[in-house]
């Protein structure tokens, strides 16, 4: 289960330019939720994510996760239970490495290292598995160096290291967007089928309002850092776009305001 209790952060405070990403921001996910985060530019999805992962310290509230406050751990603490994946195809990966290695790095993540040949065939049997249940011929492809593979491979390859141990939380970043429409389905049909499959609580940004009320279990819009909806159950079962943005546009008084909201329609 994740927790946030009235987190805020503020960039570039005490100056012209300060910035209130997160103003009090209140959200909790019973374990196997599935949320898909939509809002306008600006309005703190990404932020959020961030201040989950521990990219930064929060300047108020409280992050806890399966019962245990990780308000004050570091990014790389929390890598041990958070599995995340960007929306840079390159990002996630080792692009000089091969395959293998790649998830050599993602299946020994929060485990204590020692010295030791890196990579056995008991390992080698079960990353060639598991990457055969993609259905992109990856396991083929163990010693292909990560760099010469596909944006979608790449993505593919990244959500699979996301999730090879079991995270306590996935969090998706836009995380087809950089890909082109067959490509992005093919990438959203693993996701689900991989959160499905592994009960995982997950919470997905996007900026595709057909796939926030398709995918996953709960949708939850932001407003300039406040969550402003949270939809699930019958509710959201029964709603479509227009909708959903006629309920945004009377919970915070404007409309959405993101070309790439409106383009993905």
Not at 20 to 35: K, P, Q, T, Y
Request: charged share 25%; with cysteine; hydrophobic share 40%.
């Amino acid at each position: 289960m994740l927790e946030l209790t009235d987190i805020c952060k503020a960039f570039d405070k005490n100056t012209i330019n300060e910035k209130v990403a997160l103003d009090h921001v209140s959200l909790s996910l019973e374990s196997g939720d599935f949320v898909t985060l939509v809002g306008s530019n600006g309005a703190g999805k990404s932020t959020l994510l961030n201040a989950v992962a521990g990219m930064f310290l929060l300047d108020y509230g409280r992050i806890m996760l399966d019962g245990s406050d990780i308000t004050h751990l570091s990014e790389h603490q929390r890598a041990a239970y958070i599995g995340r994946v960007f929306q840079d195809p390159l990002t996630g990966t080792a692009p000089q490495m091969t395959v293998e290695e790649n998830l050599v790095m993602a299946w020994k993540r929060g485990q204590r290292r020692r010295l030791r040949k890196a990579i056995c065939l008991q390992e080698r049997s079960f990353f060639r598995e598991q990457l055969a249940t993609l259905g992109l011929g990856l396991e083929e492809r163990l010693t292909t160096k990560v760099g010469l593979l596909s944006g979608g491979q790449r993505q593919a390859l990244t959500l699979l290291m996301a999730t090879l141990r079991k995270p306590q939380l996935l969090l998706l970043d836009e995380h087809i967007a950089s890909l082109d429409p067959h490509t992005a389905d093919l990438v959203m049909d693993l996701t689900c089928r991989i959160v499905k499959e592994q009960q995982l609580t997950a919470v997905m940004v996007t900026h595709n309002l057909e796939q926030a009320l398709a995918a996953g279990t709960r949708t939850v819009m932001m407003h300039e850092g406040r969550v402003v909806l949270d939809i699930r159950g019958a509710e959201r079962k029964c709603m479509n776009v227009l909708d959903l943005m006629q309920l945004f546009e009377e919970n915070s008084g404007t409309t959405l305001n993101s070309d790439r909201v409106l383009l993905a329609q």
